[in-house]
């Protein structure tokens, strides 16, 4: 089973020994974040929110959250690149989902570890 693990870019850019493969799971660049610096193993920006839902939630996230996980399960549910993203995410025992958000609490990381959890286990 994979241990998926969850870490904002900023509080450790470059990474660490038990951080596993770790993949970016936003759509756009972190900002002010070097790509010499930041360390990932995957950019998967292809399962991020799409540009509108990312938008429409950011605009109001305390009280747009489960809206939000509600509709990005499901553009995850119809979304080819899950899939892929999931055979590879098998192939290690450790994975850490990185995003860039200032929230902790309400992040596309948090709704996207809990699909998958579902989905490998």
């Not at 770790?22 to 360390?39: M, Q, T």
């Not at 549910?77 to 192939?91: C, E, G, K, S, Y």
Request: proline share 4%; with cysteine.
């Amino acid at each position: 089973m994979t241990d998926i693990k969850l870490q904002r870019v900023y509080d450790n850019p470059t990474g660490s020994d038990d951080d596993g493969w770790r993949i970016y799971v936003d759509r756009l660049w972190p900002r002010g974040e070097s790509k010499v610096k930041f360390h990932y193993d995957c950019w998967a920006k292809d399962i991020a929110p799409s540009t509108e839902l990312r938008e429409w939630f950011h605009a109001d996230p305390q009280n747009r959250w489960q809206d939000f996980t509600r509709k990005y399960i499901s553009e995850l549910q119809a979304n080819p690149a899950v899939d892929d993203l999931i055979a590879r995410i098998r192939r290690h025992q450790c994975v850490t989902l990185l995003y860039s958000s200032h929230d902790y609490q309400h992040n596309n990381a948090i709704v996207l570890a809990e699909y998958l959890h579902k989905k490998i286990d």
